[in-house]
């Protein structure tokens, strides 16, 4: 009888061809927490499609490895996944690091790779094989700056930029933007993303009593951020990107400090759109917590290929590339909308704020000047 | 003012880590960087514990009891086998172990940063606008209380007369009638302990316990023992609050561009460059 | 095709072989012990991505200038060891390590956290080098570097630096000036450690200030003391072993690194002195 059930198996798998998709993630080491949430996704998304339908009638098959989050493995890892497992496409569910120094190889190596969630500018500049899903942290300040002035009504504003690619990226768009429509920066400092006492630079920044604070950062800085401020008595509005978008964010501050602040980001968790509802109703209940906006990036990585690889109508490296342009739709988890012709994403903005220790949306910002990327 | 009391907070955490570091650093001479390994594990036991309990202070005191008897089993399975080598060959099985450490508290709790939420039910304090959170009052208390004791034991005990002894010269000591073994042990609960009393303090000051909140630690507490001169007690306290202060005063004079580890670093080297065994050497007697 | 991810592979043993050959004179050599290897490595390839990004400079000029300054900055470095000792000195070099790091970060000429991206590829001989070509130029000058690590273990040099590690005063007492052999070695360890980052440079296309930071240097330690140190041999067997190591431990997955560390606490505790070291069960096993 087990006999009859693995030749059967055996059959099964022989059938039937797989489309294969490589996946590099931090697993272990400093990124092993934003690693698991972006497998977690892009394991989601395999599935959705798998169990609906398949692409082109075949299954995806996700071969995924742990980078450390080091530039040495990604490159590595380029070439082991192009040319011994032949996958046909990857997604980087990695950092900016060894995201930009894989997509070169993947470039060379004329592999299309979507990076979910990095930030550096210069990944999609690799060349015409290397898209990103993600927002492109020009536009996100942007945003927030339109956030804190038009929506907002601020005036004077105060600037905590983190020093990493991403903080620094986020507080020299807002800063420029925000001079635009006519706002005055009244402060502003930087941190390491290892800092944990902000109550310095909040010292300073009472002193200042600007109308709201545009702080980059992540989650784990954002929740020190808010409570210090709270314990401080700082009450003015704070503002955060898609950094903050995790559940941890909230869980994290103490004394409900998280209620109040402000956030642009991807993931519209009030959306009405099926697939939203599944993507985190499914999460939660397949691995025991809320989605964040990092598994959703990668969600929707995978998604995005495979209209990719729809529209082509075959398994090509070259046209999957070509199609890619040609993606366009609305049943994505994020609100992505189209590649720009410098392969980045055009996309809705979401506000978010926190109330009662849960995102909701606030507004959307949906105007092309803001929302189309530009270099 | 509010910049003095945040310093002492941050001092009394750098206090904590770096006596039990000077512990074992004093009698050993080992560059024992999986001193940060264990304070993450008393932060992880503290909140699994506390999670299981409900109690803060019985958590609090089971996981010290238990992070100080890992600490043994470091030195008695990993440290004393190798203690005749060359001072690097240690120092690179520190390193190992901190390694596998971190790696082992992601598989067994997860990736994931964890919230520690503990609520004391003390009103924070508020002077003039500079504000003492409860959490600070209570890292301020048990630092205070954690070092009389840390005094009495060296100074009033047996014990403490054992390590004193074994710091100065381990072959002596022996040949005086002093247990090596049995103190050396000691060395390593003490120091393990008040690593896993630092690690859940600052597991609930931060609100947070993650499987890498060593890596930080794994340096700075380096920096704060080298500048009080490597093995000297007083000097590691001492040390730690000057650290916590000059970096809290040069992250608050703006224009000052470099991160607060780099400041600490650039302290210890310019100190160094001075006094060349740290500011405070330990006195010879 | 595949063979792409093996030499891949060999480039970075390659380069890593050279950081650890050049810290073995220090550590191996000279008794100098330093924790902050990664910060002569990130100026000599900052030095060569500077100069080819911003300025076009070609290739030789990139690689001569990488050598130089990391050589010049060594010496400069090393004057502090003169003054400070053991364990002092080893966090003095991690403190180098974290402000040199902090500095590429935070200084925009450096590019701050972006990086230098935009690197040309390598024009040897007029020739753009690929990945086969890139691991066989590397792969020369690491022959290179272990004829000149053989050289400096014969001479007299090796005389001046074993006797600076056993005992600087019995070395002062037969005439050998410690402080000069001390400085050499910084010198030295410092030049090869800025070949080594021009050699980064050239195959990653782009330097990120976090390829040089303290956990760097803690692998760099950790190859040559697997190794054994001491030893020509040694550091490139441990350079080449720890980097084969995480990318064959692959299929146990996500006990990897639990795997990685233990080996290195196993070999440390039962091959104190390296696998190649003295006693090392690998160097009398090549004996017999």
């Known amino acids: 009888m087990r006999k009859l059930g693995f030749l059967l198996l055996l059959v099964g798998v022989l059938s039937f061809a797989?489309?294969?998709?490589?996946l590099f993630v931090p697993l272990t080491g400093i990124g092993a927490d934003d690693g698991l949430s972006a497998l977690h996704g892009a394991q989601l998304a395999v599935e959705y499609i798998n169990s609906h339908g398949g692409v082109l009638g075949d299954k995806i098959n996700l071969l995924y490895y742990d980078d450390q989050t080091d530039p040495k493995q990604a490159v590595t890892l380029a070439y082991k996944m192009v040319q011994r497992d032949r996958v046909i496409a990857v997604i980087s569910g990695s950092y900016s690091g060894p995201t930009r120094a894989a997509a070169s190889i993947y470039q060379r190596l004329r592999t299309p790779m979507i990076a979910a969630y990095a930030v550096h500018p210069d990944i999609t500049k690799a060349g015409d094989y290397?898209?990103?899903?993600?927002?492109?942290?020009?536009?996100?300040?942007?945003?927030?700056?339109?956030?804190?002035?038009?929506?907002?009504?601020?005036?004077?504003?105060?600037?905590?930029?983190?020093d990493n690619d991403f903080g620094v990226s986020l507080a020299k768009a807002f800063k420029s933007e925000a001079e635009k429509l006519g706002a005055k920066i009244v402060y502003e400092a930087k941190f390491s993303v290892e800092e944990k006492d902000f109550r310095t630079v909040l010292s300073e920044i009472k002193k200042k009593n600007p109308d709201v604070i545009y702080a980059t950062g992540y989650y784990f800085n954002a929740s020190k951020i808010v409570t210090q401020a709270k314990e401080l008595g700082i009450y003015q509005t704070i503002i955060g990107q898609e950094g903050y978008d995790s559940p941890l964010?909230?869980?994290?501050?103490?004394?409900?400090?998280?209620?109040?602040?402000?956030?642009?980001?991807?993931?519209?968790?009030?959306?009405?759109?099926?697939?939203?509802?599944?993507?985190?109703?499914?999460?939660?209940?397949?691995?025991?917590r809320p989605a964040d906006m990092v598994a959703a990036s990668t969600f929707d990585a995978v998604m995005i290929l495979k209209k990719a690889i729809e529209i082509a109508g075959k398994v090509d490296k070259s046209a999957i590339k070509k199609a890619m342009l040609k993606v366009k739709g609305e049943d994505f988890v994020t609100g992505f909308k189209r590649f720009t012709s410098f392969r980045e994403a055009v996309r809705e903005v979401v506000c978010q704020v926190v109330l009662n220790d849960s995102f909701h949306r606030l507004c959307k910002i949906d105007d092309p000047s803001i929302t189309t990327p530009t270099r | 003012m509010q910049d003095v009391v945040n310093a002492l907070v941050l001092g009394s955490i750098y206090v904590l880590i770096s006596v039990g570091l000077t512990l074992v650093y004093g009698i050993l001479k080992i560059l024992h960087i999986a001193h940060a390994g264990i304070y993450t594990l008393g932060a992880f036991l503290g909140l699994m514990f506390y999670h299981m309990t409900g109690s803060f202070w019985v958590s609090l005191l089971l996981s010290i009891f238990l992070t100080g008897i890992a600490g043994i089993g470091v030195y008695r399975y990993f440290y004393r086998k190798v203690l005749g080598e060359s001072r690097i060959v240690p120092l690179v099985i520190s390193i190992g172990l901190f390694i596998v450490m971190q790696d082992l508290y992601r598989l067994v709790w997860g990736p994931y940063r964890q919230p520690f939420a503990v609520n004391f039910g003390i009103n924070d304090i508020r002077i003039n606008g500079v504000v003492i959170t409860q959490h600070?009052?209570?890292?301020?208390?048990?630092?205070?209380?954690?070092?009389?004791?840390?005094?009495?034991?060296?100074?009033?005990?047996?014990?403490?007369?054992?390590?004193?002894?074994?710091?100065?010269?381990?072959?002596?000591?022996?040949?005086?009638?002093?247990?090596?073994?049995?103190?050396?042990?000691?060395?390593?609960f003490l120091g393990s302990a008040l690593a896993a009393l630092a690690g859940i303090l600052v597991g609930v000051y931060e609100n947070n316990v993650y499987p890498t909140m060593g890596e930080v630690p794994s340096y700075k507490s380096f920096v704060v023992i080298v500048l009080g001169g490597f093995g000297s007690l007083y000097g590691a306290v001492l040390a730690g609050f000057i650290l916590a202060f000059a970096e809290?005063?040069?992250?608050?004079?703006?224009g000052f561009v470099l991160p607060r580890d780099a400041i600490a670093f650039l302290v210890m080297i310019a100190v160094l460059m001075i006094k060349p065994e740290g500011l405070f050497r330990r006195a010879t007697r | 095709m595949s063979l792409d991810y093996i030499l891949t592979l060999i480039t970075f043993s390659n380069i890593f072989s050279i950081l650890t050959l050049s810290l073995n004179i220090l550590v191996g050599y000279a008794g100098q012990v330093s924790l902050g290897h990664a910060a002569f490595f990130g100026i000599g390839a900052y030095t060569s991505a500077i100069l080819a990004a911003k300025f076009g400079v070609g290739y030789w000029w990139t690689l001569l200038a990488s050598v130089l300054i990391s050589g010049i900055v060594g010496l400069l470095l090393g004057l502090p060891s003169l003054r400070v000792k053991h364990d002092f000195l080893v966090l003095a070099t991690i403190g180098i390590n974290f402000v040199v790091v902090s500095m590429f970060k935070y200084i925009d000429f450096f590019g701050g956290p972006y990086g230098i991206v935009g690197i040309p590829m390598a024009k040897i001989f007029g020739k753009e080098?690929?990945?086969?070509?890139?691991?066989?130029?590397?792969?020369?000058?690491?022959v290179a570097v272990i004829l000149f690590d053989m050289y400096l273990n014969r001479v007299y040099a090796?005389?001046?630096?074993?006797?600076?590690?056993?005992?600087?005063k019995a070395a002062e007492s037969i005439g050998v000036s410690v402080p000069l052999f001390k400085i050499y070695a910084f010198t030295i360890s410092g030049a090869i450690a800025g070949l080594a980052g021009n050699l980064w440079t050239y195959q990653m296309g782009m330097v990120f200030p976090d390829d040089f930071s303290f956990s760097v240097s803690i692998s760099i330690l950790t190859m040559l003391v697997l190794g054994g140190m001491g030893t020509t041999s040694g550091p490139v067997f441990g350079a080449y072993t720890l980097t084969f190591l995480p990318e064959a431990l692959?299929?146990?997955?996500?006990?990897?690194?639990?795997?990685?560390?233990?080996?290195?606490?196993?070999?440390?505790?039962y091959q104190p002195s390296g696998l190649l070291g003295k006693n090392g069960i690998l160097r009398k096993l090549f004996k017999r």
């Open chain 1, 18 to 22: 797989t489309i294969k998709v490589g």
């Open chain 1, 130 to 162: 290397i898209f990103r899903v993600g927002t492109l942290a020009t536009v996100q300040g942007r945003a927030g700056a339109h956030l804190a002035v038009e929506k907002l009504g601020a005036k004077k504003i105060a600037i905590l930029t983190m």
């Open chain 1, 249 to 288: 964010f909230i869980q994290l501050s103490k004394n409900h400090a998280a209620n109040g602040t402000v956030i642009t980001t991807d993931l519209d968790r009030d959306s009405e759109k099926p697939v939203v509802k599944w993507f985190i109703k499914e999460y939660e209940e397949k691995y025991g």
């Open chain 2, 136 to 188: 600070q009052i209570v890292i301020l208390i048990i630092t205070a209380v954690s070092l009389i004791l840390v005094y009495l034991v060296m100074n009033h005990t047996k014990l403490g007369l054992a390590m004193r002894a074994c710091a100065e010269d381990m072959a002596i000591a022996g040949t005086l009638g002093v247990d090596v073994e049995r103190t050396i042990s000691m060395a390593f």
């Open chain 2, 248 to 254: 809290t005063l040069l992250v608050a004079w703006k």
């Open chain 3, 129 to 142: 080098l690929s990945t086969p070509g890139f691991s066989l130029y590397t792969s020369l000058w690491l």
């Open chain 3, 158 to 168: 090796r005389y001046g630096f074993e006797a600076v590690k056993e005992n600087e």
């Open chain 3, 250 to 269: 692959r299929f146990i997955q996500d006990y990897r690194m639990l795997l990685y560390g233990s080996i290195i606490v196993l070999v440390m505790m």
